[in-house]
């Protein structure tokens, strides 16, 4: 089997020239952001929560993802004209996307699409992987699907690992991947997965994908760790994709039998929230999930259902 | 044809070969945009594959043929480029050596552009040597050692050791270089430093590597990359005259080529210029006898003679060119040394007794005898894995296996459905192996095993399981218990400790790769039940492959 090669290297050089330039642009007006403790404001406006079902067979996947944010008030909600977006999906793992342990294709197109639908300037999709980053954009078809939208796909290096203060409680000083901070709106985009350490892995796990550093180390504190970093990137908005879940050998999972169809999109503006309703369909009180207690402990969000506005969708 | 017009003919196909290799070198990697059709993203496990390997090379290079066929009894996939340009050096002569060998066209280039001596010291250094015979000495102590199974071609075949040195010394060297420039500039508060240096990067990295490639003994191989180049100072083409043993087989079989050179010993002024622009020391002066099976087939006689003395003409008349001058000595110390050397090769143990536990070889590769007389330590293996882990070994695998690729799994890992190796192995010594092949069978490449004195749960120094979280088989082959251990203070301390079931691991090494525990981790991979040996075995099963 031949890779396809529909970008010629003249194209790639192009479209790098082009993203430095306009890096480069964008950057000479903004301070350096290096020691804020979040690199966005703090969400506005009422916290929400919207399930997205899809129980007809055959259901479109974009679909699905457009009902759930048309939900929310559209797109345009958190995405305005002439913004850089900069996406975060799970393409840790150089794995099909069938095999549930990297976030679906089709749901990150969708995203990509409602973003430049509502203006946005750029699009970017970028995630420190596990496994060899040019494995992973093929394998988990995140190449195709910048490709057929247009967006940037940014190859995860190590001079883009910047040290910053993270401010948290327990990680201070850390490495961080530029484009998280650079950008205007960051979406988090996360597949939900069991995991042997923290229980489960969400939308406020994601964000070791968008560190450098001695990651494995991180492991020794998880919890603590992970919401530091989800305090710190605080991302506009978060989908979590649970189409397919992985339900045992997390997260790398590998074989078919570890992943089931839950057809399911999760989207709040409240990363605690998500998780916890995420952690239902695992079967997991979130309440006793270690990352979720302490997100509300530090007022990243809320799990008590009644605080937010609730919806479902269902097609 | 008139003389200049040959030479520009040779410098053009120098060129473009030459040009061709470093382009294909560098191609030999995964490149950032080998995006998949759609489709096929959803069809199971694609095996993701380079769409220009540099395979042709190997291919065309009769020595690595005649050297894997007569040790490991293998025919080389597309062996019959080797096999035509053998016809063709029949017929025409070392005409690989002037217009195709890349390793020869840069030792002509520095040759030129640096010329060793001047006038008649130039002249007197072109004149045939004994030193001359050495070659033929290498190429006979190869190939009788390859009869008696120990391959070394590959050490000095010009093909491999090019690659060898530009793959993994010369590029890799620069590419560090200019990465560490960029880390400085993004490192810096100046914003347009930072897009500048990720700018470059971006350009820099698909030609030179990515992050910071580095391999095993690469300094040493770089540095005889050196000092063969430094050997043209001494005379011109040094390394293709005296020492390269492809020139020696090709010049073997020039013996019947129909292109001569005809010298017209009247108009000959004895100005020796001819001799003073030979890059084979071929002697082409009018007065000697023209050694065809020393001529690279330059041109460059033709092309310095003033009076037209010299002229490059086909002879269908069948007239007997002169035998290679081999000598006697260098013949019969040739195949001394070959049947001496493979029977040394063996006293280090490692092809009758357990092999070194860090002999970790790539998925796919045969059963280790096998593997020896086949590898040609090329490198290109090493220079297409996408995480760095396959390297150059030292002593690993004995003397006789010096620069065959291992796995150094804190350097990178085996990537679970990566089977690039194999698919840019020249000679098969890594089969070509699918995804399914190698997650199903399992092709095991080494087993894990824990050093619970240095693991963090196991020792009382706090969670981790990230071992266990990055195991990709499933079910995992590290696996987690719960336990109460004594924490630091004797405090008792609960854990998910680590435990690796062998029949599940493959030896990947990314539990290893990724241990916070740094240098030495503490989980490791040995050799030790690698699917490719009989004997290195750790379980009684009767499914060994």
């Known amino acids: ?105 089709e749901v990150l197109e969708a995203v990509i699409e409602l973003c430049f639908d509502a203006g946005a300037k750029n699009v970017r999709i970028a995630d ?98 992970i919401v530091d970093l989800a305090r710190f990137f605080n991302p506009t908005v978060t989908l979590i994709d649970a189409t397919r879940i992985m339900i045992t050998n997390g997260p790398s999972g590998g074989s078919p039998s570890d992943v089931a169809v839950k057809n399911t999109l999760i989207l709040s503006n409240d990363q605690v929230a998500a998780d916890a309703k995420a952690a239902g369909l695992f079967d997991h009180d979130p309440g006793k999930i270690g990352f979720i207690r302490l997100g509300q402990k530090w007022g990243l969000g809320t799990y008590d259902s009644q605080k937010l506005i609730q919806q479902r969708v269902i097609l | 044809m008139k003389a200049k017009h040959l030479v520009w003919i040779r410098r053009i196909c120098q060129a473009f070969f030459l040009g061709l290799f470093l382009f294909l070198l560098v191609e030999s990697r995964l490149p950032e945009d080998a995006y998949l059709q759609y489709s096929l993203v959803f069809s199971s496990d694609p095996d993701l594959r380079l769409s220009q390997p540099i395979t042709f090379f190997f291919q065309l290079d009769p020595l690595i043929w005649l050297s894997s066929l007569l040790s490991g009894h293998r025919l080389i996939h597309g062996f019959w480029w080797a096999l035509g340009l053998l016809l063709v050096t029949l017929f025409l002569g070392r005409i690989f050596c002037g217009f195709i060998c890349p390793l020869g066209t840069i030792h002509h280039i520095v040759s030129w552009a640096k010329p060793a001596l001047k006038g008649d010291l130039m002249t007197r250094a072109n004149q045939k040597t004994a030193g001359h015979r050495i070659k033929y000495f290498l190429l006979i102590m190869l190939l009788v050692g390859a009869v008696m199974g120990l391959n070394l071609a590959g050490l000095i075949d010009p093909i491999s050791l090019l690659f060898r040195s530009l793959a993994l010394a010369i590029l890799p060297a620069i590419g560090v270089g200019l990465k560490e420039l960029f880390d400085v500039m993004a490192a810096s508060d100046i914003k347009a430093l930072n897009y500048l240096s990720y700018g470059g990067e971006a350009l820099v990295s698909p030609v030179f590597g990515y992050g910071y490639p580095a391999y095993k003994t690469a300094w040493f191989i770089g540095l005889i990359f050196l000092v063969i180049l430094f050997l043209n100072r001494i005379r011109p083409r040094f390394w293709c005259r005296i020492l390269c043993p492809l020139g020696a087989l090709l010049g073997i079989f020039s013996r019947f080529s129909i292109l001569g050179l005809e010298k017209n010993h009247t108009k000959c002024t004895d100005c020796k210029l001819c001799s003073g622009s030979c890059q084979g020391a071929a002697s082409p002066m009018p007065g000697q006898t023209w050694e065809n099976a020393e001529c690279m087939l330059c041109f460059n006689c033709f092309d310095a003679c003033p009076e037209g003395a010299l002229s490059f003409r086909f002879r269908w008349s069948p007239k007997s060119n002169t035998r290679p001058d081999m000598g006697r000595r260098a013949v019969l110390g040739g195949m001394v040394a070959g049947i001496s050397l493979p029977l040394l090769a063996k006293l280090d143990g490692s092809a009758h007794h357990v092999s070194d536990p860090r002999l970790i070889r790539p998925p796919g590769a045969l059963p280790e005898n096998d593997f020896l007389r086949v590898c040609q330590r090329c490198g290109l293996c090493m220079k297409a894995c996408p995480t760095n882990v396959v390297n150059p070994t030292l002593a690993e695998a004995g003397m006789a296996g010096l620069w065959t690729p291992h796995l150094i799994m804190t350097r990178g890992y085996c990537e679970y459905t990566c089977t690039l190796c194999g698919s840019v192995c020249p000679t098969g010594a890594i089969r070509e192996i699918s995804v399914r ?95 490719r040996s009989l004997k290195n075995q750790i379980l009684l099963t009767d499914s060994v492959s």
């Open chain 1, 1 to 105: 089997m031949e890779p396809n090669h529909p970008i010629t290297r003249r194209q790639s050089l192009k479209r790098i020239a082009r993203i430095s330039a306009s890096l480069a642009g964008a950057a000479l007006g903004v301070c350096p952001l290096l020691s804020q403790s979040s690199v966005r404001a703090a969400t506005t406006g009422k916290r929400f929560l919207i399930e997205g079902i899809g129980s007809e067979k055959g259901y479109k996947v974009n679909e699905l993802t457009g009902k759930v944010f048309e939900a929310a008030g559209g797109m345009g909600q958190f995405v305005s004209k002439g913004d850089v977006v900069v996406i975060k999906p799970n393409i840790s793992w150089a794995r099909r996307p069938e095999l549930a342990a990297t976030t679906n294709p």
């Open chain 1, 128 to 225: 420190h992987t596990i496994h060899d980053a040019r494995r992973c954009f093929a394998l988990t078809g995140a190449g195709i699907v910048a490709k057929r939208t247009g967006a940037d796909l940014v190859f995860p290096r190590s001079s883009m690992m910047k040290r910053m203060k993270l401010h948290g409680h327990r990680l201070d000083v850390w490495p961080v991947f530029v484009p998280f901070v650079e950008a205007d709106k960051v979406i988090n985009l996360p597949i939900a997965k069991v995991h042997g350490l923290s229980t489960l892995t969400l939308g406020i796990k994601n964000w070791i994908g968008a560190v450098g550093g001695r990651r494995s180390a991180l492991h020794q504190d998880i919890h603590q760790s």
């Open chain 2, 437 to 531: 092949e190698k997650i199903e069978r399992p092709i095991k490449i080494g087993a894990a095993y824990v050093d619970r004195g240095r693991c963090l749960p196991w020792s009382g120094n706090g969670p981790c399981i990230v071992c266990q979280e990055l195991c990709p088989t499933s079910p995992k082959a590290i696996y987690l218990r719960k336990a109460v251990v004594p924490g630091p203070g004797h405090a008792p301390m609960p854990v998910d400790v680590p435990y690796v079931d062998l029949k599940r691991c493959n030896g990947c090494g990314i539990c290893e790769n990724k241990c916070p525990v740094r240098g030495r981790p503490a989980i490791r991979v040995i050799a030790a039940g690698e699917s």
